[in-house]
């Protein structure tokens, strides 16, 4: 079993920044995409940012300049370094993950979601 830990959401005012961390956990032969997503209330779920194992990234023209997304393969962790945050960034967010366990079976699995919320 695949576990997808996430940490870093929290109250942040215009303008400021947090950092989101998600760590895979389990029998993880390898680990392809990740990425975060996130979704606000009464919205669709939309992408933020994803990373390949290579380090090939994309990013939402509304995070694009702000919003960095990066991984440590050794750890299993994927990182969100977001900053200049305004309030319409405000959304929980879900940590993605399409790897292969040491059975050879393919999952793409959702972290639990941390709540990101921005006020002044």
């Known amino acids: 079993q695949v576990q997808l830990v996430e940490s870093g959401g929290g109250l942040v005012q215009p303008g400021g920044s947090l950092r989101l961390s998600c760590a895979a956990s389990g029998s993880i032969l390898t680990i392809n995409a990740m990425g975060w997503y996130r979704q606000a209330p009464g919205k669709q779920r939309e992408l933020v940012a994803a990373?390949?194992?290579?380090?090939?990234?994309n990013y939402a023209g509304s995070v694009k300049g702000r919003f960095a997304i990066s991984r440590d393969n050794a750890k299993n962790t994927v990182y969100l370094q977001m900053n200049s945050l305004k309030p319409e960034d405000t959304a929980v967010y879900l940590c993605?993950?399409?790897?292969?366990?040491?059975?050879?079976?393919?999952?793409?699995?959702w972290g639990q979601g941390t709540q990101v919320t921005v006020t002044s």
């Open positions: 990373i390949t194992s290579g380090g090939i990234t």
């Open positions: 993605n993950a399409r790897f292969v366990t040491t059975r050879w079976e393919h999952y793409d699995s």
